[in-house]
């Protein structure tokens, strides 16, 4: 099995996954609900053994104003089979077993103007990892929305220590309530690029549109310049009979 679209992460592993959890009323505590889970995740690669394990136990908060607090606590084990880079530092093959926890804190999203705030660290591979992470979203008026986030993390791993930091930005128009666009920016701090995502879509019938997309990645610095660029246009017509 080839997923040539995307959406299947992993190949040749068995997946076992569990979950159960509670969603309580929690009036009493100011609290419009309480919802402890916890899950599992277990694979194994298709001679049994053992690659990938995740137990996770988590706890969500949910106020009457509509905005949400939710924490985490991961156990991880993971066998790396080849050295990757995590952060611009290297992670050689072996088996690690290694903890970590997150909370996030969410404003309404039922408002104008809304925001989170993500806290994240512990142990990571043979190092460690502390990340903070923001985003906000303002609906400036019914046809115009802007977004935007930031991500820091710090990696300290035998080989290194490094920072790294991604920044995105996204505004959405609708100049009708058949015509809209979107402009997506992210820049990656540790590979100085930059990439581009802009889309302008016509809805001229029933299930049936009209995209013109801007795809473009850009090596920012000394010698910098385009990496690639592509432009698509697609038409969708639905026929009914």
């Known amino acids: 099995f080839n997923p040539g679209v ?25 609290l ?29 908060l949910t106020f009457f104003s509509g905005a949400t607090v ?7 084990y993971e066998v790396v089979d080849l050295a990757f880079s995590a952060g611009g530092q290297d992670v050689l093959p072996g088996a690690y077993d290694f903890r970590e926890g997150s909370v996030e804190l969410q404003s309404s999203a039922g408002r104008p103007f809304s925001g989170s705030v993500t806290l994240a660290g512990g142990s990571f591979f043979s190092g460690d990892r502390r990340s903070v992470g923001a985003a906000f979203r303002w609906l400036v008026s019914p046809r115009l929305a802007l977004q935007g986030s930031a991500d820091y993390n710090r990696i300290d791993l035998p080989t ?3 920072n790294s930091s991604v920044y995105a930005g996204r505004i959405k128009y609708g100049f009708s309530t058949k015509a809209f666009a979107a402009l997506n920016v992210q820049y990656n701090e540790v590979t100085e690029q ?12 029933p299930l049936s549109d009209f995209f013109l997309v801007l795809t473009e990645r850009r090596q920012l610095g000394d010698g910098g310049g385009v990496l690639d ?13």
Do not use: C, W
Not at 36 to 55: K, S, W
Not at 70 to 76: E, L, V
């Open 6 to 30: 995307g959406f299947v992460r992993r190949t040749d592993v068995e997946h076992l996954y569990g979950t159960v959890g509670v969603i309580r009323s929690a009036a009493g505590l100011g």
């Open 32 to 60: 419009q609900e309480v919802q402890p889970y916890v899950e599992v995740d277990h694979y194994t690669d298709l001679g049994g053994r053992l690659v990938t394990r995740q137990a996770l136990a988590g706890v969500g």
């Open 70 to 76: 939710t924490a985490t606590a991961a156990d991880r």
């Open 160 to 162: 290194g220590a490094s």
């Open 194 to 205: 930059m990439v581009t995502y802009a889309r302008f879509n016509v809805i001229h019938g």
């Open 229 to 241: 660029r592509a432009v698509t246009a697609k038409v969708t017509k639905l026929v009914s009979f």
